[in-house]
């Protein structure tokens, strides 16, 4: 098993990854000024490195610094695709 960071995975592959935190204000991060761009590249990134299977979450209950509750990136959210639903 590697537990890596979005950047720590470029060039290598893998049968099976999960990524978390795909969330507005971290994937991209809140400070980025290039923001939709910067998101599409790192989750192009990871999703790349699959082989197998991919897993990209967008949990919710987070909650930020200001009390309010995190968001699926703007990317994700846009995205028109089918899964799993678990109950």
Known sequence: ?????????????????????LLEGMVPHFADPNGEDSAKKLLYVVSSRARKNL????????????????????????YNFTYDTIP
């Not at 098993?1 to 935190?21: F, L, N, P, Q």
């Not at 919710?60 to 990317?75: A, C, L, N, S």
């Open 1 to 21: 098993m590697t537990v890596s960071t979005i950047h720590g995975v470029k060039g290598a592959e893998y049968d099976s990854v999960i990524a978390y935190a």
């Open 55 to 78: 897993h990209l979450i967008s949990e919710r209950g987070r909650i930020d610094g200001k009390g309010d509750e995190y968001q699926p990136t703007d990317v994700l959210r846009d």
